[in-house]
């Protein structure tokens, strides 16, 4: 903090975590405690380092077409059983991500700060309905 506000302030920090800082998963205890504690880091520092004009975000991915996730695409009754999950029907892909996260650290976004965006294509509104 005191590096950037000898640099005049300002700066955007963009965490990635998951649609999991908020919805559990079986089995996935740990991560789900990471991300939420990435979560909560994030709104923490966020009033911290607000006076100095850096913004600090979430980018909340759902299911994303990445090699992470390869195994169970890979597999029709895994990627079957996920999409029936998302209502969009198909996974994020890693370019639709990236736009949101280049968005965050751009100037038009600076007034945008200690927020989580979700990018699911519906999965976590679907998650709390039971699917």
Not at 59 to 73: C, E, F, H, I, S
Not at 79 to 92: C, K, S, V
């Given at each position: ?23 559990p998963s079986p089995e996935a ?8 504690g990435l979560r909560n880091l ?85 998650w709390g309905q039971g699917a």
């Amino acid at each position: 903090m005191r590096l950037r506000r000898a640099l005049g302030g300002g700066g955007k920090i963009v965490n990635v975590t998951s649609v999991h800082e908020s919805i559990p998963s079986p089995e996935a205890a740990a991560y789900g405690a990471a991300k939420g504690g990435l979560r909560n880091l994030t709104r923490t520092l966020a009033l911290e380092v607000a006076p100095g004009r850096i913004t600090l975000n979430n980018v909340a991915p759902g299911l994303t077409d990445t090699p992470m996730t390869a195994g169970a695409l890979g597999d029709p009754k895994t990627r079957d059983e996920a999409m029936r999950a998302i209502p969009f029907g198909r996974p994020g892909t890693p370019r639709e991500v990236a736009r949101l996260i280049v968005y965050l650290a751009s100037g038009d976004a600076d007034y945008v700060t200690d927020q989580t965006f979700t990018i699911d294509g519906e999965l976590t509104m679907n998650w709390g309905q039971g699917a």
